[in-house]
């Protein structure tokens, strides 16, 4: 056994190398010491906003672990605060849900408000053991009561009502008989421990609010550290995986399910959050650039919810990947975007058909090509992936090319078109520059050429070599279309947030072209479907924005990085 770079422990299988995680290591022991003779997880998100990419880690890490080992994965809206909470969320949590595990099963979808009666009935035992109490302090006085890090916290004078007493104010509570913040049902546990989580934390507040599921019915709610664990034990759930900021509540969570005596307790682990360098992931942030108009929904593209992964053109498969390569530890740490980018251009690299689009475009007049002809070449979707096949690609005498491919006077080491130079049109001709006409204003309006018709791709031809490829559409056949580039939204030279918390908004993150020209195929492209436009990068159909008539492609990255993953 040996330490990867994921501190993760190795072992070897007959043939297959099996890398563990430090939960499955717990899960094992777990397993061989039969505390549990199966396994089930569960993402908890709260109805309460979007799921971004922090989240896609926490449903990976549930739902493969339950698939390795057999068992079983639920999706549970934790929706006992109804102060934040919204319907509208539910149906894209469950979407996103569904889109990165792959599938999903309904009857595996709860919601923890289903479990208000249970929960009630939980707080009446823990008051007939002695074990809450109902507290009449306000909310300030809880919080001096309670004391300090360094300070011991003081009995409430409530804290010894009499069971009877306990019983019938908490009914009162429940009918409504109270103010909202005049009483609260508290656990009674120690004012002195030094786990502040600990010293008589409140279990049940009263709010007179409808809830998004219950309506008025309940006007007293579960406190969160109360309700989570009932949650996970009434369902069955085994292995409660949570982020770190939890950890100093887990003695909360075990004496929850302790003294309402679960007999199969489940048993709460926490590891690190993911957090993207450069890159805002708190809900609230995101909330606040959508409400200010800085971006064009939850799901614009340059943001890493997974409604806008999923608009971007992301895959599941990129993304779990992703997830996978960041690793499961205990210690907090920021991975690079450019480790999701990689594994987007991996996952698409042999799946998408290379298609040529010129986002910038000039005119390219071959001057000895004849007039009003168009021919059909034959080019192989995909060079990598002989199974994609071939298509016709229609050719004549003016094409449109990248503005950035012919230059008047190149520097050096500069192979594209510039005059008297000789370059090969991709899956086409060579074609050597003759000339080209200017506006006014100096700017290139046309690039002259002749061609050699012995150079045709596929011919074998080796007469001579250059050293340039471009790609081309040609004009006649060519459709125009909306093309969007993207930069991180963040500007990475002033870092995330300004002093007042707002986020540095990259004035260069988005850049429209509307004068793209596309190979006729790609006007037959399907929403949402993607490709690679050849030496410019993945794009994607958008979902939201294209229609028949004005297609827009956003693109998903570029080609190339710097970037590789480490070994693993
Ligand atoms: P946010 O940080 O955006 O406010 P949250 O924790 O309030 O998120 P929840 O709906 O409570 O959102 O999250 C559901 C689950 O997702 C929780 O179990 C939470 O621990 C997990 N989670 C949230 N953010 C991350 C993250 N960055 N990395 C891993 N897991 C996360
Ligand atoms: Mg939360």
């Known amino acids: 056994m040996s330490l990867d770079a994921n501190n993760s422990n190795v072992e070897t299988n007959g043939e297959e190398t099996i890398s563990k995680n430090f939960i499955e290591h717990e899960i094992d022991k777990d397993l061989s010491e039969g505390v549990y003779d199966h396994v089930v997880t569960r993402f908890p998100p709260e109805p309460n906003g979007y799921l971004h990419?922090?989240?896609a880690k926490s449903i990976v890490l549930n739902s493969q672990t339950a698939e390795k080992y057999n068992g079983k994965f639920n999706l549970r809206f934790d929706d006992t605060n109804p102060t934040k909470e919204d319907i509208e969320y539910v149906d894209s949590i469950m979407e996103d849900v569904r889109?990165?595990?792959?599938?999903l099963d309904m009857e595996a979808v709860y919601y923890a408000s289903d479990y208000f009666d249970k929960m009630y009935e939980f707080?009446?035992?823990l008051i007939k053991k002695g074990k809450a109490y109902v507290c009449d302090l306000s909310a300030d006085e809880i919080r001096e009561y309670r004391g300090t890090l360094t300070e011991p916290g003081k009995d409430s004078p409530y804290r010894n009502r009499s069971v009877e007493e306990n019983l019938s104010l908490f009914e009162q509570m429940k009918n409504g008989d109270f103010t909202d913040g005049s009483h609260v049902l508290r656990a009674k546990i120690d004012m002195a421990s030094p786990n502040m989580n600990m010293r008589d934390p409140v279990i049940y507040r009263i709010a007179h609010?409808?809830?998004?599921?219950?309506?008025?019915?309940?006007?007293?709610?579960?406190?969160?550290?109360?309700?989570?664990?009932?949650?996970?034990?009434l369902e069955g759930v085994t292995h409660s995986l949570c982020t770190l900021e939890f950890e100093d509540h887990r003695p909360l969570y075990n004496w929850v399910v302790e003294n309402i005596g679960f007999e199969v307790p489940p048993r709460q682990i926490e590891f690190a959050k993911l957090y993207l360098t450069n890159v805002v992931t708190g809900k609230r942030y995101i909330k606040k650039l959508v409400e200010d108009g800085i971006v064009d929904g939850w799901d614009d593209p340059r943001l890493v919810t997974i409604a806008a992964l999923r608009r971007r053109g992301y895959t599941p498969e990129a993304i779990r990947e992703f997830i996978n390569l960041s690793g499961i530890s205990k210690s907090n740490s920021s991975s690079d975007i450019a480790m999701l980018e990689y594994c987007i251009r991996e996952d698409l690299k042999l799946k998408k058909a290379r298609m040529m689009a010129v986002l910038n475009p000039i005119k390219l007049v071959i001057t000895n090509y004849p007039e009003n002809e168009i021919e059909y070449l034959d080019v192989d979707n995909n060079r990598e992936n002989p199974d994609m096949g071939v298509r016709k690609v229609p050719f004549g005498r003016e094409l449109y090319i990248e503005r950035e491919d012919f230059m008047i006077e190149p520097p050096r080491k500069y192979f594209r078109l510039f005059p008297g130079n000789e370059v090969r049109l991709m899956n086409a001709y060579f074609v050597k520059c003759e000339g080209y006409d200017t506006d006014e204003d100096g700017n290139v309006t046309t690039v002259y050429a002749t061609y050699d018709p012995e150079t045709k791709s596929g011919n074998g031809f080796e007469g001579r070599k250059v050293k340039g490829t471009?790609?081309?559409?040609?004009?006649?056949?060519?459709?125009?279309?909306?093309v969007r580039l993207y930069e991180n939204?963040?500007?990475e030279e002033k870092g995330v947030y300004d002093e007042?918390?707002?986020v540095n908004v990259n004035p260069n993150s988005l850049t429209i072209l509307e004068n793209a020209y596309v190979e006729p195929k790609l006007f037959d492209a399907e929403k949402g479907e993607s490709f690679q436009f050849v030496r410019n990068g993945f794009f994607c159909v958008d979902t939201k924005d294209s229609t028949d008539e004005e297609k827009v492609f956003n693109r998903i990255v570029p080609l190339k990085s710097s970037y590789r993953p480490a070994k693993k």
């Open 99 to 103: 889109w990165i595990t792959g599938d």
């Open 500 to 502: 007042d918390g707002n």
């Open 53 to 55: 990419i922090g989240h």
């Open 209 to 233: 609010m409808t809830h998004h599921n219950l309506g008025d019915k309940w006007c007293i709610y579960p406190m969160y550290d109360y309700a989570h664990p009932i949650e996970d034990a």
């Open 470 to 482: 471009i790609h081309w559409v040609a004009c006649e056949t060519a459709k125009r279309v909306t």
């Open 489 to 491: 939204l963040v500007d």
């Open 123 to 125: 707080a009446i035992e």
